[in-house]
């Protein structure tokens, strides 16, 4: 086989593998925070910590000084509700919820939160309760 075509099937490959329309990339993230806010709303802190982006759930976990189940529990989220709106940048995106906006992270394994219970500030950052460090 010629070696450009070596090159391009490996780029292929690759491509399925990481490559997705961005209404994919949206539905993925809608999931995955709707999972998060569904672990969160029925107390189930091991489900919701398996959605956190290995720095927020290690941040969370450190300054609580407590386990992530039970750190994340204590954070009193509030209820995230349904999806508002997505928005999707490279391996970033935002998810406005009803009652929540989630910040996530795209990682090998998927979908994380990187920042939870997060309130808008007009002019400054969003203040997020929940967040890596």
């Known amino acids: 086989m010629p070696r450009w075509r070596g090159v391009a099937l490996l780029a292929s490959a690759g491509c399925l593998a990481g490559c997705a329309t961005l209404g994919e990339r949206e539905a993925a993230v809608s999931r995955a925070a709707v999972r998060f ?6 107390a189930d802190g091991a489900r919701a910590c398996a959605g ?3 720095g927020t759930r290690q941040e969370l976990e450190q300054s609580a000084m407590a386990p992530c189940p039970e750190a994340l529990l204590d954070e009193k989220l509030s209820p995230a509700g349904r999806v508002r709106s997505v928005q999707v940048y490279g391996q970033q995106a935002r998810v406005v919820l009803d009652g929540d906006t989630l910040f996530l992270a795209s990682f090998p394994q998927g979908w994380k939160v990187t920042a939870a219970g997060c309130e808008p500030r007009p002019g400054e950052p969003y203040d997020c309760q929940v967040k890596g460090g």
């Open 37 to 42: 806010g569904e672990s969160v709303r029925q």
């Open 52 to 54: 956190l982006a290995p």
